[in-house]
């Protein structure tokens, strides 16, 4: 079963582009292994609140990431 977890920052993605997301992901498995793999294929999108992660040390936040 082919599993994809992406880590978004929270609040980005409205309902619609959720499901964009989603679908592009099971469209790329379906890409690589066939048909057979879009019915198996597990996406989980996870939303990682506002200073919840860093990268080189620097937190991300909003204001960081050019989003306010």
């Known amino acids: 079963m ?3 977890n ?3 920052p929270a609040d980005t993605l ?3 582009s959720r499901k964009r997301l989603q679908d592009a992901v099971t469209q ?3 890409d ?3 048909e057979r793999a879009r019915p198996t ?9 506002d200073g919840g992660w860093s ?3 620097t937190v991300l936040n909003a ?5 306010s």
């Open 14 to 16: 409205t309902p619609e």
């Open 63 to 67: 204001d960081v990431l050019g989003r």
């Open 28 to 30: 790329a498995f379906v």
């Open 55 to 57: 990268l080189g040390g």
């Open 6 to 8: 992406l880590k978004v």
């Open 41 to 49: 294929t597990l996406v989980v999108l996870e939303e990682v609140a």
């Open 2 to 4: 082919p599993f994809a």
């Open 32 to 34: 690589v292994y066939g």
